[in-house]
């Protein structure tokens, strides 16, 4: 049986490896390695208890610091595993420090390496995702963008013979728990003394975690000013990065309508998604939630992640703006019944197929 290591750190790898892990497994040994990048209670283990994630058998306990610091100490160490377990294949996902560390220590093994979710283009290389996903692409034998738009960045590279689209392991995931959703998810929202949420029966649900946004206090108060000014409170569970930042602008500027959560699992998280009027966020998942629960969706954002998304103003950029914000959720929306351009619900099993076709072909 040909051995396939795994390598994850981050929220959305857990939830693309969950969906993978399973298909994977039926036919291939598989090693999972957590590299430690995301490490709290709420931010890792509890998408691999409640999707049922395998224990991974390893974890290096790597996190924080500059990238160069983390993505360096991950190297030196994922090599260190690389060597020992001799696998035939690395499979990676997405575009943390976490996935370009493990791409880099792969080929200079000369391990083949699989990259799922492969070829977004912000167009910038001032975002580090931007770093992670170019460099993954170029030294992976196999890429597997998630939508045609990821394939023609990645034949525009020269890396088309690379690639085949085999739809999005998000949108598998989303189909696949949204159907197990009973509402009791929703009571681990907790503030973050502990406290229940009673959730809203109206309400927007907003996550907003990128360095981009939380690098300055200036944006983030603009984007409270937004959400503060609504019809309806906004549920916002916030990422350890800048739940500090966040609770001190609450305390200072006395918002009543943001409710602050603690960072809450998958389950409830696409609950939130499902229930919501209206979404706004800068994560790349959520995004692409809110289009698979048909919720308009304001992305502050400067870069189209997921142009998909975009087609009839489902999805707006927005500026960290408090104007621009309101005028983006204003907008009347129309999601087309038959459009669905992440796939089947099914990209996990091609994922695997297409592994299989690399060591049988
Ligand atoms: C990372 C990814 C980003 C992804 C996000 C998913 C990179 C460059 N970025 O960003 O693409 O959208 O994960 O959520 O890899 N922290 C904790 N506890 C945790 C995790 C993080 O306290 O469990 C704090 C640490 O102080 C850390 C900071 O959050 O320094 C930022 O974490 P990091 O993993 O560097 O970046 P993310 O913003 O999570
Ligand atoms: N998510 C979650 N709990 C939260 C916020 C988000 O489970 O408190 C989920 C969200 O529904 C989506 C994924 O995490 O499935 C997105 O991850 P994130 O925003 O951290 O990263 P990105 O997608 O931007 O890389």
């Not at 001032?126 to 770093?131: G, I, K």
């Amino acid at each position: 049986m040909k051995k396939i290591c795994s390598v994850v750190g981050a929220r959305p790898q857990f939830i693309k490896l969950a969906v993978v892990s399973r298909v994977l497994r039926k036919e291939f040994q598989e090693v999972l390695i957590h590299t430690g990048q995301h490490y709290d209670r709420n931010m890792s283990d509890v998408f691999f208890e409640e999707m049922d994630i395998p224990k991974p058998d390893y974890n290096l306990g790597i996190s924080g610091g500059t990238h160069g610091q983390m993505t360096g100490q991950m190297l030196i160490e994922l090599e260190k595993v690389f060597m020992q377990e001799k696998p035939d294949m690395v499979l990676l996902f997405g575009d943390t420090n976490s996935t370009m560390a493990a791409a880099l220590a792969a080929v200079k093994l000369h391990i083949p390496i699989c990259h799922v979710e492969a070829g977004n283009r912000f167009g910038t290389l001032d975002s580090p995702e931007e770093v992670n996903r170019k460099v993954t692409d170029h030294v992976s034998t196999i890429n597997l963008p998630c939508t045609e738009s990821s394939l023609e960045f990645l034949a525009r590279e020269n890396l088309g013979d690379t690639a085949s689209v085999v739809g999005d392991p998000m949108y598998d995931a989303f189909c696949f728990y949204t159907s197990r959703l009973d509402g009791s998810e929703l009571q681990e929202l907790v503030d973050f003394q502990g406290n229940p949420i009673p959730v809203p029966e109206t309400f927007y649900y907003m996550t907003c975690h990128r360095q981009e946004n939380t690098d300055s206090d200036e944006k983030l108060k603009n984007i409270f000013d937004a959400m503060e000014s609504l019809d309806a409170p906004t549920i916002y569970p916030v990422h350890p990065r800048n739940h500090a930042r966040a609770e001190q602008l609450c305390r200072e500027y006395g918002y009543r309508n943001i409710l602050l959560a603690q960072p809450v699992g998958y389950l409830a998280s696409i609950s939130l998604v499902n229930r919501a009027k209206k979404i706004v966020t800068d994560s790349g998942g959520v995004q692409r939630e809110a289009f698979f629960a048909k919720k308009p969706c304001a992305t502050i954002l400067n870069f189209v992640v997921w142009p998909e998304t975009m087609q009839d103003g489902c999805n707006q950029l927005a500026k960290p703006d408090k104007a621009d914000i309101l005028e983006k959720l204003s907008q009347p929306v129309q999601f087309r019944a038959d459009y669905q351009p992440f796939g089947d619900g099914h990209a996990a099993d091609k994922i695997v197929k297409r592994i299989r076709e690399y060591f049988t072909c």
